[in-house]
């Protein structure tokens, strides 16, 4: 997910109490191993699942591997970054 | 210092994933599952308790790594546009990763065949998908043919 995220940043991810809009970064489990959590962006949202890729396609393992991912699947919005504190900011 | 520790996430999420190397061949699977076959007629040949503990040992490990190949292809090799072609692709290699379980349990050469043919027939998908060329390093190609 270079460069909006980062390993090892510290994120707020929160239930927006709305589904997920394309664009979006969210939080989300692994549809092939549930206990698996990611990040990804949102590119399509239709018939109660979601298509997420991850920003940087030719390294990220994605819908285009594992197919739309139920909206149950997806936890929250990743919203702030609170650390390192030069990265500090929303992530929209 | 406190403060650090009170603000460490205590939920960790991968945002990014695995760099696939984009080698995939199911001789990779059909090698495991070759050695599962030998494994099953060596422990049939064999009066030595010790060694047929061994070979059973040994065939599980093999047939795990067999399913586990064929879960690489399945969920890294083949695309959506591979299964919109080639839709049998999806049950080939579901049933060819039960079969691996199959053969972790069993000790019938029959259901280790079985597993042989299953890979055969997602090695043919993978063939018509373009999988040599798509996947492997020139040379390697050329060594096999």
């Known amino acids: ?25 969210v939080l989300l489990r692994d549809p092939r191993e549930p206990e ?12 109660g699942a979601c298509t997420v890729l991850g920003d940087r396609p030719e390294e990220s393992t994605d819908s285009r591997a594992f197919g739309p991912v139920p909206l149950g699947n997806v936890l929250g919005r990743a919203l702030f970054r609170y650390a390192p504190i030069g990265r500090i900011g929303w992530l929209w | 210092m406190f403060l650090s520790r009170l603000l460490k996430p205590t939920v960790t999420a991968s945002a990014h994933c695995d760099l696939p190397c984009g080698v995939y061949d199911p001789e990779q699977a059909r090698i495991e599952a070759e050695s599962c076959y030998k494994i099953i007629e060596k422990y049939k040949a064999s009066t030595d308790e010790l060694f047929k503990t061994r070979a059973i040992v ?56 079985t597993l042989l043919d299953m890979i055969d027939k997602i090695a043919d998908v993978w063939t018509k998908a373009g999988g040599p060329q798509a996947t492997r390093v020139q040379n390697g190609v050329a060594a096999r043919a």
Not at chain 2, 80 to 88: F, N, R, T
């Open chain 1, 1 to 25: 997910m270079e460069p909006a995220l980062w390993a090892g940043d510290w994120i707020v991810v929160a239930e927006v109490g709305r589904g997920p809009r394309v664009g979006e970064i």
């Open chain 1, 36 to 47: 698996r959590l990611m990040l990804k962006r949102v590119a399509a949202v239709a018939d």
């Open chain 2, 58 to 113: 040994i065939k599980e490990e093999r047939a795990e790594l067999a399913k586990h190949h064929i879960d690489v292809l399945w969920s890294d090799y083949f695309k959506p546009e591979h299964v919109q072609k080639y839709p049998e692709i999806t049950e080939l290699c579901w049933k060819a990763a039960k079969q691996c379980s199959k053969v972790k349990g069993s000790l019938d050469l029959g259901d280790a065949k």
